[in-house]
């Protein structure tokens, strides 16, 4: 099947590419599933709890005060590199990347929706201003000296595994109406932004096929457009190490790492 990537890419100019985790694992960012598409881990927390539990905040913003240094030295992979790579070539007629890590546009680039937002912003749920994760990393570490200190392992976006009290944790306010403040990113039971959506459709009307790359789908959000792809006629490539939720609308499927898959991209050989 790995044969028949490059001609499936070769065969249309306006791919629709749709990342997931998989393409960041090689930068030392953990997946959240196995090949089963099951949860490895406790799945993350939820909008609904974040924004109702003084203590699910405590314990977000600790845990993401040790794992956010990691998470920001992750650096591009060769996945990411080839992605830029096609899009330099002509081919991708939209990035919509299921992670919030930016690194495909630290790759290169540029026709990129985060579906789930960015984890290098803040925002305030009272006033709406955005501000800088690094900036916040500096408040949180004045308000809970020795904090930093703690050892934990590497968590997905950004966090850290890491089980204490964490009830003397001290979450800062917003700097400028003192409202709450969470990462500009969409938590499970919160709704993609409509107009991030809309921009995705549109996209999607323009496109030619549908290259799934790193994603077991399992989440409706991003799930929705390949689902409507089908729908529409496009062919759907994906290439994942396991199951997804789009198998059954499949025109091709490759069950190898990302890199490995996608490396032709890099190799000097041009699609025609």
Partial sequence: MVAELPEFIARHRRLLVVTGAGCSTDSGIPDYRDADGQWKRTPPV???????EAA???????????GWPRFGLA?????????????ADGRVELLLTQNVDCLHQRAGSQTVIDLHGRL??????????RSSRERLQVRLLAANP????????????????????FSAFQVPDCEHCGGLLKPDVVFFGENVPRERVAAVQAHL???????????????????RFVDAAAKAGLPIAAVNLGR???DHLL???????????????LDGTKTQ
Avoid: I
Wanted: glycine residues 8%.
């Fill in 46 to 52: 939820t909008f609904q709890a974040f924004m109702g």
């Fill in 56 to 66: 699910t905040r405590q314990r977000y913003w600790a845990r993401s005060l040790l």
């Fill in 75 to 87: 650096r591009p992979n060769t996945t990411h590199h080839a992605l830029a790579a096609l899009e």
């Fill in 120 to 129: 290098d912003r803040v925002r305030c749920m009272a006033c709406e201003a």
């Fill in 146 to 165: 020795g904090w930093d200190r703690l050892d934990a392992g590497m968590a997905p976006d950004g966090d850290a595994d890491l089980e204490t009290d």
């Fill in 205 to 223: 009307q323009q496109s030619d096929a549908v290259l799934v790359v790193g994603s077991s789908l399992m989440v409706y959000s991003g799930f």
């Fill in 244 to 246: 997804t939720r789009a």
């Fill in 251 to 265: 025109s091709l499927k490759v069950q190898m790492p990302c890199a490995q898959a996608l490396g032709f991209l």
